[in-house]
Every structure is written in structure tokens, then in C-alpha cells.
């Protein structure tokens, strides 16, 4: 790829450049896959050699990466060579990518940076591409925004406030990304060998670089195995060449015409995969997030989709994006839920709110949803108010995508017990996370459920100037703990 990339925290322009380490790596996989016959030994003294040459320490061999690895200091001690060249692998990789996310340029002037290279897939079709492109924008003529094409997954600042927190874009992928940044704390609080540990502290909110990596490679295939539900989840890469030729019905945007679909029917092969390619999604010049977008798409199926939403086909009336390319209600959906819904409700509405029949049902979320979604519009009179169910309300794990006034954030806890013990909703934390530059410091909020919001005025028109006084956010949290006091902790409100 010949595009460029500017660095999000150095501002440096660069050749777009995930593994530097590639013939290293293809070095041990080649090892790795003779090491599969019994018959065939792994020179661990070449081994070696090949770990010195990279000019790494053995030591930064986690077991982290296997169940069985302990921390590798000798080779020439290890008995299972699968699990060490595996570690490797995997730490070559990371080390690669870390130095490209930090605008590191290795051997510069002297090799040729360029994204890891991919063989196989099949190739779009036209007709595929013209089902992406209506079902994401409604044309096939005009391209995608220059934020969109521009967005990829990155992580912010390691040493920062937000070391677990992504990049995140002020206008149109703002959504998906949040829902992404959601699932990744899912998996980085809550993984299954921490789930006895409901009450954490805030140092967890601090990872390591493998760690939080790790934590997006779970997020990506959590979001796309529950949108493929039991069928074929699809991945999608870009390369240089297109795969068809364009038409004056369908032109080329510079992504989707150069895409290759990859299948998968196994959760432990699509996540080897992801891992394997993860810079594809974390690189702005690589187009992570439409990348992604086209993925999920593809797991679901357009079919799948269409019925979710209640649509008989494609047309103009119904795009996962909205007028200004921005997440719409079913994209978010789809993100969260794995389901393409128009609504927020629990299950099918029949009938209108004076028992009328519905011309078609009103299709909700049918089940409880990993992520949860709170709402919050002040043009909304009370009794006319967007209806969000205890399917999204109550989730399995304690974070929250919020839209207030039609800007996203993210609210989220620590504590398991939350959503699963109702004495833990007296008096709780939550961290809310928009990824802002006016998010300058870590923002803890206090709940309070208990006494109930207590307003002073006596009319009430003193009732109606106070409450346009509370900050929208805590309308918002209290869509859900209606009446909670929310303490800021000396922080002034921003959202």
C-alpha cells in the first residue's frame, strides 16, 4: 500500500507498516508446523540464535499466551517447542505492532514498511459490493466520508489517563467504536478466569500493552461470532487491486472494491485470524473501521439484516448509516445485540399506545444483550419518550453505550455484582468514557439510589428552570436509577 498515515499522537507522517518482523515470523511458523510431526524435533539451539537475532529478551515471555507456558528464560529448558515458538510468534507480532502504533520507524531508509500480506479469501463481487455500499450508505455512486475511510482502532496513550481507552472519532464512526471500546473492557475486567473477582480497583484500568491488544482481538470476534449466531462469520482484508471493473451505476471508493472475504465456522479459528491480522483494524491507512463495518455486515448476512429491521429489501428508507454517515439505532444494535433492530424495546410491539393494531409489528431485542444501551433525548416529551427494555437496560456485564441528544459515550462499572445483586445498587461507581479531548482526566462518578433526587423548588415552574439545570448525562443514568444523586467528584460536567 502506498498511502500514508499520520501518527495520532506524534503527528508523523509515515509508510503504513504492521510486521517488520515478517520473515523472523515466518521463520517459526515454518518451525511450528514441522514441529506438528512427532517425528521432527525443533533445533532448540537455532531457536535461540533466531530469538537473539531479533534482539529480544526472553524474559517478555508471558504466560499469558498459553495456559502451559511459564515465563521462557532458557530455551534450551523448554521441553514442549510448540508452546514456545507460539510465544514467539506472538511476541514478535506484538513487539512489531507496538512499535508501529508509536510512530517508530524501523530501519528507516532501509526497508520497505507495508502491511502484513494475506493470501486466499475470495474476492467481492460487484453484486456484493452493491449490497455493502446500499445497505451502508444507499448509493453505490458516491463514496464513503474521509472520517470513516480514515478510522482504524488505535489505542490512546499507554503512559495516559486512558491507557484502556481507544482513539475515538468525534462525527461518524463514533458509535461503532464506542460499542467496540465496550466489548474490549468486557473482555479486559471480566474474562472468564477474573469473573470471581466482581469488585476490582481502578489499577485494572491500566493494562499492558499485550493486554489491552489482546483485549480488542476478543472484542472483534465476540462482536462478529454473535452477529454470524451459530452460521458463517466473515472477515474481510483489503489489497491494492481491485476485484472488479467499475460501472457508471457502480464506482469505485477506494475500499470496497478491493476487498477478500475470508469464512469461518469455528470461534477458535475466526480469533486466530483476527490476531494474525489485527493491524488491518488498528491502522488509520488500512481503513480499520469500515473494514470491520464490511465484516460485521457479512456475518450477519444482508438477509439477516433486512429481517432484523423488518424491511422486505434494500432501498434508501433503511441504511446503517445515517444522513451524516453517522451509527444509526440498528447499527448500534447490530453492535450490541448481534441483531439489526430499529427499536430499543423488549420483544414485538403489536399495538399502538391506545390498542390500536400495528400495520407491522414493531420489532424489538429479544434477548439480554452483552452491552447494554441508556437513552436520553430532551426534544422527547414524557409520554412519548424512546422505549429502551430491560433487555438492554439490564445487561450481562455492567457498561452501558449512552446517547444523549444524539451523542454517544460509554458508562461502565467494575463491579460485577451490579447487574446481578440489587444491594449493590445503592451506592455505586461508574467510570463514563467518551474519548473526547475535553475528557481530560479519568472520571469516576458516585451514584446514589437511595434517598432519591430531592429538587428545592416549590412551583412548577421553579421545578421546570432546576431541571434544566441538571447535566443531561444524569438524565441519562437515571432513565435506568430514576431519582439517583450523582456525585461529579469535584469534576466539572461535560456531557
Not at 510486521?19 to 514441522?34: F, G, K, M, T
Not at 489491552?212 to 458463517?232: F, V
Not at 429491521?309 to 447490530?334: H, I, R, V, W
Not at 441483531?339 to 393494531?357: Q, S, W
Request: aromatic share 8%; proline share 3%; with cysteine.
Amino acid at each position: 500500500m502506498e498511502e500514508f498515515m499520520e501518527d495520532v499522537d506524534t503527528g508523523i507522517d509515515y509508510n503504513t507498516m504492521v510486521v517488520e518482523l515478517d520473515p523472523q515470523i515466518a521463520e517459526l511458523e515454518s518451525r511450528l508446523h514441522n514441529s506438528g510431526d512427532p517425528g521432527i524435533l525443533v533445533d532448540k539451539q537455532q531457536l535461540q540464535d533466531l530469538l537473539q537475532a531479533t534482539e529480544l529478551d526472553t524474559a517478555i515471555f508471558n504466560t499469558k499466551q498459553s495456559s502451559e507456558a511459564k515465563v521462557i528464560k532458557d530455551l534450551s529448558n523448554v521441553e514442549n517447542e510448540e508452546i514456545a515458538i507460539k510465544v514467539m510468534i506472538r511476541t514478535l507480532e506484538e513487539q512489531a505492532v507496538e512499535r508501529i502504533t508509536a510512530g517508530d520507524i524501523i530501519g528507516e531508509g532501509n526497508s520497505s514498511m507495508k502491511m502484513r500480506s494475506f493470501e486466499g479469501g475470495m474476492l467481492i463481487t460487484a453484486d456484493m459490493a452493491t449490497e455493502l455500499r446500499m445497505i451502508t450508505l444507499g448509493t453505490t455512486i458516491h463514496p464513503i466520508c474521509k472520517e470513516w475511510k480514515n478510522a482504524g482502532l488505535l489505542f490512546q496513550n499507554i503512559d495516559g489517563p486512558f491507557a484502556y481507552g481507544l482513539h475515538i472519532q468525534k462525527n461518524c464512526p463514533r458509535g461503532l467504536q464506542l460499542c467496540i471500546q465496550a466489548f474490549i473492557l468486557k473482555c479486559m475486567l471480566f474474562s472468564d478466569d477474573e469473573m470471581s473477582q466482581n469488585k476490582r480497583d481502578d489499577s485494572i484500568l491500566y493494562p499492558s500493552s499485550t493486554e489491552r491488544r489482546q483485549a480488542l482481538i476478543g472484542a472483534l470476534t465476540d462482536i462478529l461470532w454473535q452477529a454470524a449466531e451459530g452460521g458463517k462469520c466473515c472477515v474481510v482484508l483489503i489489497q491494492d487491486k481491485p476485484c472488479y471493473t467499475p460501472t457508471s451505476q457502480l464506482k469505485h471508493d477506494g475500499i470496497t472494491e478491493k476487498l477478500h472475504v475470508f469464512e469461518f465456522t469455528e470461534f477458535g479459528n475466526l480469533k486466530e485470524f483476527i490476531r494474525k491480522y489485527i493491524n488491518y483494524f488498528e491502522l488509520q491507512s488500512s481503513h480499520g473501521c469500515m473494514l470491520f463495518l464490511y465484516s460485521l455486515i457479512l456475518s450477519r448476512t444482508i438477509t439477516g439484516i433486512l429481517k432484523d429491521a423488518g424491511q422486505s429489501d434494500l432501498n434508501k428508507e433503511f441504511m446503517l448509516l445515517g444522513d451524516k454517515e453517522n451509527c444509526t439505532l440498528p447499527l448500534l444494535n447490530l453492535l450490541l445485540t448481534g441483531r439489526a433492530t430499529k427499536y430499543l424495546h423488549n420483544g414485538n410491539i403489536e399495538f399502538d399506545r391506545f390498542g390500536e393494531l400495528l400495520p407491522t409489528s414493531l420489532i424489538g431485542v429479544k434477548k439480554r444483550s452483552q452491552v447494554g444501551l441508556l437513552y436520553w433525548n430532551t426534544e422527547e416529551r414524557d409520554k412519548e419518550r424512546t422505549d429502551v427494555g430491560s433487555m438492554l437496560k439490564t445487561p450481562k456485564y455492567p457498561m452501558w453505550v449512552t446517547m444523549v441528544n444524539g451523542h454517544i459515550g460509554l458508562l461502565f462499572s467494575l463491579n460485577y455484582e451490579l447487574i446481578s445483586d440489587w444491594r449493590a445498587e445503592h451506592v455505586f461507581q461508574l467510570v463514563y468514557y467518551n474519548g473526547l479531548p475535553q475528557q481530560e482526566k479519568h472520571t469516576s462518578l458516585e451514584i446514589d439510589t437511595r434517598y432519591g433526587r430531592i429538587f428545592a423548588a416549590k412551583t412548577a415552574l421553579q421545578k421546570r428552570e432546576e431541571e434544566k439545570k441538571v447535566p443531561l448525562l444524569e438524565w441519562c443514568i437515571m432513565s435506568k436509577w430514576f431519582g439517583a444523586e450523582v456525585d461529579w467528584k469535584g469534576l466539572k460536567p461535560f456531557t
